[in-house]
Every structure is written in structure tokens, then in C-alpha cells.
């Protein structure tokens, strides 16, 4: 079974830059959508990006656009979230998670959380100004 690992987050200030990991283990990530997501205090989880393992197509999020870039490397089995330009406004637990349909990935990320599973434990990014 599909299990997730999110790592990277950490304590930056305003403008720092971030990698954050998300490696697989259990089953590989041959056919997915592996989505970043986040979800600030008392605020709903909301999407940042996504990719494709099958053609690695990549779908951001306006607020990622520009500063973030996912990645993967399928030997690996893990996909990384390189985030620029830090805000205080980034601040958030960031999770992975996955989706069996990587062919209508833009659909899907548009949708958001409710449609991925095998969801990580999260990792906390701390931006101050």
C-alpha cells in the first residue's frame, strides 16, 4: 500500500527559500498525480501544485505560480516542492498526497483534496517577516 512521507519544512524568514520532499514507499509512483497541499490554522486545506508521474506535467496554483516549482525523480520514488520568495502568508502544515488519474490533472488539482488519498503526516513551513 501507498504510503507518503513529507520532510524539508522548517523556520525561514520573508523572501528564504524551502525544498520540501515527499518520498514514496510501498508502491511506485508509476501512474499518478502527486499533489502539494497546505492548510494554515483555522483555514481549509487548500491545493499548491501537482504533477504528473506518467508525463510530468505540472499544474501550480495562483498563489504558487512564479515562486514554486514541483519536481520529481522517479528513481527516487520522491517528488520535491522548491519554494522562492518565501511570505509570511506561506505559513502552513504542507502535505502530499496522490491520485490515480494523471491524465486529467488539471481537473483533478482544480478540484483539490477531496479526490487524493494515501495523504502524508504534513510538514510545517514557518515564514517570518
Known amino acids: 500500500q501507498l504510503q507518503l512521507a513529507e520532510s524539508g519544512g522548517g523556520l525561514v524568514q520573508s523572501g528564504g527559500s524551502l525544498r520540501l520532499s515527499c518520498v514514496a514507499s510501498?508502491?511506485?509512483?508509476?501512474?499518478?498525480?502527486i499533489g502539494w497541499f497546505r492548510q494554515a490554522p483555522g483555514k481549509e486545506r487548500e491545493g499548491v501544485s501537482c504533477?504528473?508521474?506518467?508525463?510530468?506535467?505540472?499544474y501550480y496554483s495562483d498563489s504558487a505560480k512564479g515562486r514554486f516549482t514541483i519536481s520529481s525523480d522517479n528513481a527516487k520514488n520522491t517528488v520535491y516542492l522548491h519554494m522562492n520568495n518565501l511570505r509570511p502568508e506561506d505559513t502552513a502544515v504542507y502535505y502530499c498526497?496522490?491520485?490515480?488519474?494523471?491524465?486529467?490533472?488539471?481537473?483533478?488539482?482544480?478540484?483539490?483534496?477531496?479526490?487524493?488519498?494515501?495523504w502524508g503526516r504534513g510538514t510545517q513551513v514557518t515564514v517570518t517577516s
Open positions: 498526497a496522490v491520485n490515480r488519474r494523471p491524465e486529467i490533472l488539471a481537473q483533478i488539482c482544480r478540484i483539490g483534496p477531496s479526490v487524493f488519498g494515501s
Open positions: 510501498g508502491s511506485t509512483l508509476d501512474y499518478y498525480t
Open positions: 504533477i504528473s508521474s506518467y508525463d510530468s506535467t505540472t
